[in-house]
């Protein structure tokens, strides 16, 4: 008999944690919605890593020999491209986040990736980079020791990795040069966006907020917004007032969602998954090779070779399984009970969750990532 212990897995864990109670769970503003505008800002740099112990860029890198040679002219020092080595050197682009509220002289950190054929940016310096934004104009210049979190090694022709040796950190290496103007606390209103849409958790969070405050200010604008009229007495202190109402309990609410992942056998349902009356069949069809190799041996000093041969034998079993019926209404822990009668794994979970969706009786949305 087949074990069942994935089947039992799979039923201890959807029956936890997403058998709950209907009732609508509670979270605070701040971990739902976010303030419009209040938000970070993508910087990006091309720039070169130095210091590396013969694991940079191959000569085969011209764009590496090319930034080498203007480098080293920008500081005065006229060089020949085709005299460069760059087995040194390394080509990265830079990457960073500018945080909201960002000031001149603060720091960030910024992440060095590699754009040529480097086989590592350990023990690496990264040169002085200027990040733009989207803009094109320049928000932060970086620079510093490149740390990678692993190492590699080569020895007689063997060679031995930890992590990923081509993409490393310059922590706080990024210092803020220019400020993205914003003025927060002059504003009349403050739009508040929710992370996911739905009418009715932007309502509740709505009503949660005048309760709070005690006078009808907000109103949701769609299924994802929420417009907030300051009041008189926060006026000039919008971070008090955000202060106040960021710990607000929403109660929240989610549609019926079952979410797969062919490539790692993941299923996600939600607690308001219903499915209509349905049977489930399922049965799996084993199918073994074995391949056994024989020699034979010609007799001692005949001068005969050895001959292989390959016999090769095919088993085919179908398993036969009884028919279940799920009746209409059922919650997800009765399709769960159901299928762990049948004895499924997580694969085969996935193909019949297909199943039922094309049949029209699972009444969710069905997301395959």
Do not use: W
Not at 51 to 64: A, I, M, P, Q, Y
Not at 294 to 303: D, E, I, K, R, Y
């Amino acid at each position: 008999m087949r074990s069942r212990t994935p089947a039992i897995i799979i039923s201890i864990m959807l029956t936890v944690v997403f058998c709950a109670p209907h009732a609508a769970l509670a979270a605070r503003l701040k971990d739902v919605a976010e303030v419009e505008g209040v938000r970070s800002n993508k910087l990006i740099g091309y720039g070169l890593v130095i210091g590396l112990n013969k694991t940079g860029d191959g000569n085969s890198v011209r764009f590496t020999r090319n930034s080498i040679t203007n480098m080293l002219e920008n500081m005065g020092v006229t060089v020949d491209p085709k005299d460069v080595k760059s087995g040194n050197v390394a080509s990265v682009m830079v990457t960073a986040e500018l945080p909201p509220f960002s000031h001149q002289g603060f720091t960030i950190d910024a992440t060095v990736s590699s754009l040529g054929d480097a086989k590592s940016l350990q023990g690496g310096t990264l040169i002085m980079t200027p990040l733009k934004g989207p803009d094109g104009k320049i928000y932060a210049v970086a620079q510093g020791a490149v740390s990678i979190g692993g190492f590699s090694a080569e020895s007689g022709g063997d060679s031995f990795t930890k992590n990923h040796t081509t993409v490393g950190i310059v922590p706080d290496g990024a210092i803020v040069e220019r400020e993205i103007p914003y003025s927060f606390n002059d504003q009349q209103q403050i739009t508040l966006n929710m992370h996911s849409a739905d009418f009715s958790s932007v309502e509740h969070a709505a009503d949660a907020i005048n309760m709070e405050l005690g006078e009808v200010v907000a109103s949701a604008a769609d299924s994802r917004t929420i417009n907030v009229k300051v009041p008189q007495d926060y006026r000039g202190n919008l971070v008090g007032l955000m202060a106040r109402i960021e710990n607000v309990d929403v109660p929240t609410d989610t549609s019926a969602k079952v979410v797969l992942n062919e490539r790692t056998g993941t299923v996600i349902m939600g607690n308001n998954v219903r499915i209509s009356t349905i049977a489930i069949s399922h049965g799996n069809l084993h199918v073994k090779i074995r391949t056994t190799a024989n020699a034979s041996q010609p007799g001692a000093f005949s001068g005969g070779d050895t001959v292989v041969t390959q016999q090769s034998s095919i088993q085919a079993m179908e398993e036969n399984r009884r028919l279940f019926v799920v009746e209409a209404g059922a919650t997800i822990g009765d399709l769960v009970q159901a299928l762990n009668a049948v004895g499924v794994t997580p694969r085969d979970l996935i193909s019949i969750l297909q199943s039922i969706k094309s049949a029209g009786a699972l009444h969710a949305k069905l997301e395959i990532i």
